[in-house]
């Protein structure tokens, strides 16, 4: 995993794109199917749901595929924002 | 009603008679949040609810941490001319009223301390770092939206959720990094030490943002306080109000009027 690291004005320098987003530009620009389906890996992993329910879930709810490393970058994401869920 | 306190326009609720009640909300909340137990209490206190600077409807010109609150705060009741109140401090409200209480005790009836803490101790630089970053790139909405799945409980209702999101999406992302660097960074024990007025320290049995054992630790902390476990997690006045408001109710209807 490549730290994301970001200007202060927003603007991409270097690291992974967070899933839900993607670049455009030097921008990063929301994907909308993808961050409603963070919500709801979000809320799948606080009822105890393991990677292989949430990314067939996100499958079938959202039509976007969230692979492994980056169902991790985001919770890693999750937990250093807002502690353990 | 909007009061002008120290450089900032306040908008605050005050409705009913009797002894004062001051309602401090949660980060990312205002005070909205409070109507159930507004309406609760109405008929027999004062219950005056203030919108932090930067949150609710009130204005963000200058900058948050804890000291600069807790003036706010004493401004708010000498602009009431409320001269004695009951505190209630809500997660982020809690080091509000400690170090209130401790600057101003004359103005302290009791003190309510809801899933809040005296020192933060889940790895609280990275977690600002982490939001430091975040808020350069994400909207309001979306990091709200996460935090809210993280907190809520599978059983919360939706328009709760929804409600919450709206709530936090009114801060300015400014006031929001303030208040995580403020009440994260800083140790509040030394301000516990000089509460001498009744305490009621409550918290939900699953929060997972000030877990039960920093609720603990405040009761450990004011010599008499009393706590309560209540079956919600950290916000508990959406995961069931009711619940939420028993322990609360029946604490500061056991005060002296």
Known sequence: ?85 | MQLPINGETIHCIREGEGPAIVFLHFLGGFSYQWRYQIAALKDRYTCIAPDHRGFGFSTFNGRWDVPTAAKDLKAELDALGVKKAHIVGYSMGGPIALVFNAQWPERVRSLVLIDTFAKNHTHSQARVEESEKCFRYMSMREYARQYVATRLLPSTPKGAVDELVASICLASKEAYLDVVRGILLPDFTEYCSKVKVPTLVMCGRHDKTTPVEFTNDLTRLIKGAVERVIATGHLGVFDDPVEFNKPLIEFLDAQPR
């Open chain 1, 1 to 85: 995993m490549n730290e994301l690291q970001v200007a202060e004005d927003g603007r991409y320098i270097s690291g992974d794109v967070p899933f839900g987003y993607t670049l455009w530009g030097d921008n990063l620009v929301e994907v909308p199917a993808e961050l409603d389906a963070c919500v709801t890996a979000i809320r799948l992993v606080k009822q105890g749901k393991d990677y292989a329910h949430i990314a067939a879930v996100v499958r079938e709810e959202h039509r976007v595929t969230m692979s492994k490393a980056q169902f991790d970058g985001l919770m890693l994401s999750v937990y250093r924002r807002y502690g353990p869920i």
